[in-house]
């Protein structure tokens, strides 16, 4: 039998077509660089005729341009080279492989808004609302030169971009979050800036769990995706909107302002910069009137007390069941922040619903400075307190039992 490398190129073609497995065309290839240089072409042909361009696909998820480049330029016998295109755009957009994405662009025939679906070519009609475009994979994922080039191809849908699920036209209406609240959720401030310059973009919809891309942005704690929203008066953005974070606990509701969702997390940077806001709500109260104020107070972020307190809000108010900053300080024995409450002007001599006031919770649990200062504040009012009633010194006992070694309990040592 002669050495195949001494055949001409037409017979190794011949033997190559004959083949129908891209198994065994690739081992013929490999087995030298002169089969290799004449068969190549033959071997991509039968991937995309009789495997749908299975090679395209694995140079999305390897990141091959080599791969890919020859797997598109010998497509021409694949009856799907649209939906493939498709998927490996997808693909690439969220794996942030921006070189890949921009050869996949070349084709005229890709279709932008796909929607990756490892079952059908479905693009923004499609009824399966939990999946995504490349733009809305990018810019989850914080891909920003893969967002740039998305967003810079004349074939991208911008009124899917722009427009949200509960207000959206009928050809998106069943997509859930728009690309800005997808970045803005993951705190990605590059593109959450380049999204916010695209023309007709709608900072303040909510989506269909009444979250908002500020309220999102609040929620990623990243204080630089907040800032991101700031210096744009042409969007009229309003940092008062109320919205909800999403189903992500129980305990969070509707209601919330960004405000009030900062000093909920704990964030004192994001609190300060939209304290500097004009017009911003520092006494907002959600279903539970809880206010800003009320969550820093209740969770020891003395931070937060403070600027809020400097901003002038209110130092007293009182949730559904009358309990009120400074009987939370209290009773976690936050001596500074009880000196704080009380010379902003806080009442030492309510009591809530509980029957418990500032200083029976500081005597309750212990905290004999808290109790000393509270009984040194000129506004205290002995005779008007009540002693505390007896369930409360049970549910001591009982936390006691339940929680000595926890580092956020009174009784930790």
């Known amino acids: 039998m002669p050495n195949l490398e001494n055949l001409p190129a037409e017979i190794l073609l011949a033997i190559a077509n004959e083949l129908k497995d891209t198994r065994d065309i690739n081992s013929l290839v490999r087995a030298s660089r002169y089969l290799c240089n004449?068969?190549?072409?033959?071997?991509?042909r039968t991937d995309a005729?009789?495997?749908?361009?299975?090679?395209?696909?694995?140079?999305?998820n390897n990141v091959s341009i080599q791969t890919a480049s020859l797997s598109i330029n010998n497509s021409s016998l694949c009856k799907t080279r649209r939906?493939?295109?498709?998927?490996?755009?997808?693909?690439?957009?969220?794996?942030?492989?921006?070189?890949?994405v921009s050869l996949i662009l070349t084709q005229r025939e890709v279709?932008?808004?796909i929607i990756d679906n490892d079952s059908s070519d479905e693009d923004i009609s499609s009824d399966k609302n939990e999946r995504m475009t490349p733009l809305q994979l990018a810019a989850s994922a914080g891909h920003v030169d893969v967002v740039k080039a998305l967003l810079e191809d004349d074939r991208m849908n911008l009124e899917f971009l722009?427009?949200?699920?509960?207000?959206?036209?009928?050809?998106?209406?069943?997509?859930?979050?728009?690309?800005?609240?997808?970045?803005?959720?993951?705190?990605?401030?590059?593109?959450?800036?380049?999204?916010?310059?695209?023309?007709?973009?709608?900072?303040?919809?909510?989506?269909r769990f009444d979250r908002t891309p500020l309220i999102n942005a609040v929620v990623s704690e990243s204080l630089e995706t907040v800032r991101s929203f700031f210096n744009r008066p042409s969007l009229e953005i309003d940092f008062n909107i109320q919205g909800s974070p999403g189903p992500l606990r129980s305990v969070?509701?509707?209601?919330?302002?960004?405000?009030?969702?900062?000093?909920?997390?704990?964030?004192?940077?994001?609190?300060?910069?939209?304290?500097?806001?004009?017009?911003?709500?520092?006494?907002?109260?959600?279903?539970?009137?809880?206010t800003a104020l009320y969550f820093a107070a209740s969770q020891g972020t003395s931070e937060i007390v403070r600027s809020l307190l400097e901003h002038g809000a209110h130092p007293d108010p009182r949730d559904l069941e009358d309990e009120t900053p400074l009987w939370h300080a209290a009773k976690r024995g936050d001596l500074a922040?009880?000196?704080m409450l009380l010379e902003a002007g806080a009442d030492p001599n309510h009591t809530c619903q509980r029957?418990?006031?500032?200083?029976?919770?500081?005597?309750?649990?212990?905290?004999?400075?808290?109790?000393?200062?509270?009984?040194?504040?000129?506004?205290?009012?002995?005779?008007?307190?009540?002693?505390?009633?007896?369930?409360?010194?049970?549910?001591?006992?009982?936390?006691?039992?339940l929680a000595p070694n926890r580092p956020d309990s009174p009784f930790h040592t």
């Not at 299975?54 to 999305?60: D, F, G, K, T």
């Not at 205290?380 to 307190?385: F, M, Q």
């Open 252 to 290: 969070w509701r509707k209601q919330r302002n960004p405000l009030l969702l900062a000093s909920a997390l704990k964030s004192p940077h994001i609190a300060n910069l939209l304290l500097g806001v004009p017009g911003i709500e520092v006494d907002h109260y959600n279903e539970r009137n809880e």
């Open 83 to 100: 939906k493939n295109f498709g998927k490996a755009l997808a693909k690439a957009a969220r794996n942030g492989h921006a070189t890949l």
């Open 38 to 44: 004449n068969l190549t072409v033959s071997l991509y």
């Open 111 to 113: 279709n932008l808004n």
């Open 162 to 207: 722009v427009l949200e699920a509960r207000e959206a036209s009928s050809e998106c209406r069943l997509i859930a979050t728009s690309c800005l609240f997808l970045a803005a959720r993951n705190g990605h401030a590059t593109v959450v800036d380049i999204l916010l310059d695209v023309p007709g973009i709608r900072p303040n919809a909510h989506d």
């Open 49 to 60: 005729w009789l495997h749908d361009m299975s090679a395209l696909r694995w140079a999305s």
């Open 337 to 339: 922040m009880v000196k």
């Open 355 to 401: 029957g418990c006031h500032p200083l029976g919770a500081a005597e309750t649990f212990g905290h004999t400075e808290v109790k000393q200062a509270l009984l040194e504040s000129a506004r205290i009012d002995l005779g008007s307190l009540k002693p505390v009633p007896e369930r409360w010194h049970k549910g001591r006992r009982m936390y006691r039992a």
